[in-house]
Each structure stands twice: as structure tokens, then as C-alpha cells.
């Protein structure tokens, strides 16, 4: 598949994916480019064993956490509590900055796809129709991997 292609089906995706974690339009926009930018430059190591949506969203979260970086700020974990985010210990946590940082760290260390699951639920906010569909599977699949990964989540913030 070509990069004018990929653009066309998933420059929406992204864009919406951005707009979730950023709250910002603009923002959201300017790393969307981005997003594809550095698609274009990684589309030749891309090896089509994942799902071109997921690949495309690991990389709009990485020109995400790198514009935060960026701005000498921790990514504004604090915005994660979301409808999506069903997890009062984890959300109350995210209020707290240096509690954030600590499950963003906790988080980091996740094992996929539990990381990437948790991280499509909350700060992407999409269903468990979408996130199953990017990984290949039902909606059941992704409940029960964002039910793990927040149990992992738990068990790794107790012993923190």
C-alpha cells in the first residue's frame, strides 16, 4: 500500500486519535502531519505484520509523547480520566502529576498489547468494536486485555 493511500483511509483516525490525547485542534492537526511524516520515513522498515491503523496510532502516540518531551512537560495525564477509563484507583492517581508520572512509567513497562490496548481505551477513547478491529479480533478480546492490563496496571502501582 502507498503512503497517498494510507493517508486517505487513516488521516481521520489519526487526526480524531490526537485530538483525544491533545484536546487541542490545532495541536491535534499539526502532529496528525507529523504523524505521517515520520510514517513516510518509517514505511520502509514496516513489515505489515500489524495492522497499518495500529502501527499509524503507535506512531501518532510517540510524536505525542515526543511534542511533550518537547515542551518540558509530562504528557497531561490528568485528562485521562475519561468515560472510557473505568478505573477510579488509576484516575484519582492521574490527578496527582508526580502520581501520573508513576503510571505512565508503570504503564511504559506494560507488555504488549496490553500497553497499547489500555492506551487506545483511554487516552483514544475508542470502543472495544474499533480497538478489536485494529488488533483483529472482537470486542470480547479487547475487554478482557484492558481488564488485564488495568489489573496489571493495579498490581504494579501497589508495589511502587
Not at 487541542?24 to 520502509?44: I, M, N, V, Y
Not at 492517581?93 to 504488549?112: G, M, N, P, R
Not at 472482537?138 to 501497589?158: G, I, P, S
Request: hydrophobic share 40%; proline share 2%.
Amino acid at each position: 500500500m502507498d503512503m497517498e493511500t494510507i493517508y486517505r483511509l487513516y488521516f481521520r483516525d489519526v487526526y480524531l486519535f490526537l485530538q483525544g490525547l491533545t484536546r487541542s485542534e490545532t495541536l491535534a492537526e499539526e502532529l496528525t502531519q507529523e504523524t505521517f511524516f515520520k510514517a513516510l520515513d518509517g514505511l520502509k522498515n514496516f513489515d505489515g505484520k500489524q495492522d497499518v491503523r495500529a502501527w499509524l496510532f503507535t506512531v501518532a502516540r510517540n510524536c505525542y509523547y515526543d511534542h511533550c518531551r518537547k515542551a518540558k512537560h509530562a504528557a497531561p495525564l490528568e485528562d485521562a480520566e475519561t468515560k472510557a477509563a473505568d478505573t477510579p484507583d488509576i484516575a484519582q492517581l492521574l490527578v496527582d502529576k508526580d502520581a501520573a508520572f508513576t503510571v505512565h512509567q508503570c504503564l511504559h513497562a506494560l507488555e504488549e498489547p496490553y500497553k497499547e490496548v489500555f492506551s487506545l481505551r483511554v487516552f483514544g477513547e475508542l470502543s472495544f468494536e474499533d480497538i478489536g478491529a485494529i488488533f483483529g479480533h472482537n470486542a470480547a478480546w479487547a475487554r478482557v486485555t484492558y481488564y488485564r492490563a488495568k489489573t496489571k496496571l493495579q498490581a504494579m502501582l501497589q508495589t511502587t
